[in-house]
């Protein structure tokens, strides 16, 4: 029995900009709890919903001590009713009842397994599952029309499913300077996303891209295309254009979060271990049978045969001398570079707090391209994210203490 006066209280800022949240997270319990409940939400498009609990799964990871008390928690912004509930379930049973029957229920484990395949959404796996397809089999077997992404997304599922680690994240570091080098000299390779807030492992890598010359870097992404394609580095891509610049009158100010940097959504075949600096990573590719099945194996029954395709699938993948990675490219002009820097950068739920404290407390808009002032109605030049900071008014974070 714990009394109120052992408890201590925190403080804590109600936007998540304005708190420092490191990797190290003495609440994972709670937070992961919260977080399930968040991306179940997404997966069902109640954004709002989402948000709630994705704000709340942030305050928890940014508190400096484990919470063993509901008293300890009184006070603190950003917790509402529900997840409040949760984090009571939590901290008195050990696990959330809607947790666990969330996690066990047909439809969250179906848009799981759906919008694990790159190129699927929410809408898109819903409107399958309305269809009566929960899994991966279920969808080959339907015959649903799948487009090129999803294509790519289908066949390389495992792969794209599990985390890049940093070491392979810096062995594509290396490919795409290499690229960069190649197509356009002095231009510059920034690694930006989850990789850049020191996490050890992501979903796939983020790459900026820029040259120091103002106007070098357009036209650059098809070129790096071109190369790294022509190298057989690319599964898959699609590069979207700049649409920028294209507005009439400069740089418009942002209507909506996303950018409109040319970006290339890409798929890597990176291949594994020595042979990561190789420029020609097709060469090594096929594997043959009699590398993989040995002599000793012989089959004399039926079952034995299946134990020995099982055997030869698993030495096969274990064999398998690449694998596929998910990666962004993104080329920034250097005049808007730091805004680039800062938007990349994440996490998700820190940009969405630093554009909506730009707005609600500053009155300002901030994109990955600029920083407007609607009270003095100009645009902030920056050059580096401790600018950016400044000028709203923030103390600076870095990049390693916004995991929120
Ligand atoms: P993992 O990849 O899972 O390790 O996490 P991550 O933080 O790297 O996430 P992700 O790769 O999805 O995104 C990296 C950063 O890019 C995040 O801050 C996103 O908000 C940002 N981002 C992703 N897509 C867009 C986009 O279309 N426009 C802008 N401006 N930012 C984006
Ligand atoms: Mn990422
Ligand atoms: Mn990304």
Known sequence: ???????????????????????????????????????????????????????????????????????????????????????????????????????????????????????????????????????????????????????????????????????????????????????????????????????????????????????KEVGLMPKVVAWLESQGFLLYQKTTRNSYLESKDGPARPASNMDRFERCFSIFKLTKGKEQESTQPEEQNDLKTKDVLRPHMQADTDQQLCELSKNYQMEAASHKIWRAVRVDLVVSPISQFAFAVLGWTGSKLFERELRRWAGHEKNMSLSSHALFDNTQNKYLRATSEEEIFAYLGLEYIPPSERNA
């Not at 395949?117 to 796996?125: N, Q």
């Not at 819903?126 to 397809?133: T, Y």
């Not at 794209?160 to 570091?173: F, R």
């Open 1 to 215: 029995q714990i009394s109120e006066a052992e408890v201590a209280l925190f403080s804590v800022s109600s936007y998540a900009c304005q708190r420092r949240t490191t990797l190290d997270n003495h609440n994972s319990n709670l937070t992961d709890a919260l977080s399930l409940l968040a991306e179940n939400a997404e997966l069902n498009n109640e954004d709002g919903r989402g948000v709630a609990f994705r704000r709340a799964a942030a305050l928890m990871k940014a508190l400096p001590t484990q919470v063993i008390s509901m008293s300890q928690l009184r006070g603190l912004p950003c917790l509402g009713e529900h997840s409040l509930r949760v984090i009571k379930d939590v901290l008195e049973n050990g696990v959330s009842s809607e947790v666990e029957s969330t996690k066990q229920s047909k439809r969250y484990k179906a848009l799981k397994i759906l919008t694990g395949i790159f190129g699927v959404g929410a809408k898109t796996a819903d409107r399958w599952i309305r269809e009566g397809i929960y899994n991966l089999e279920q969808l080959r077997d339907s015959g649903q029309t799948l487009n090129r992404a999803q294509k790519s997304g289908l066949e390389h599922y495992d792969d794209l499913n599990e985390p890049v680690t940093k070491a392979e994240a810096d062995a594509i570091g290396e490919i795409v300077q290499k690229a960069v080098d190649s197509v356009l000299t002095g231009s510059q390779v920034a690694l930006t996303g989850g990789f850049r807030r020191g996490k050890l492992t992501g979903h796939d890598v983020d790459f900026l891209i820029t040259h120091p010359e103002e106007g």
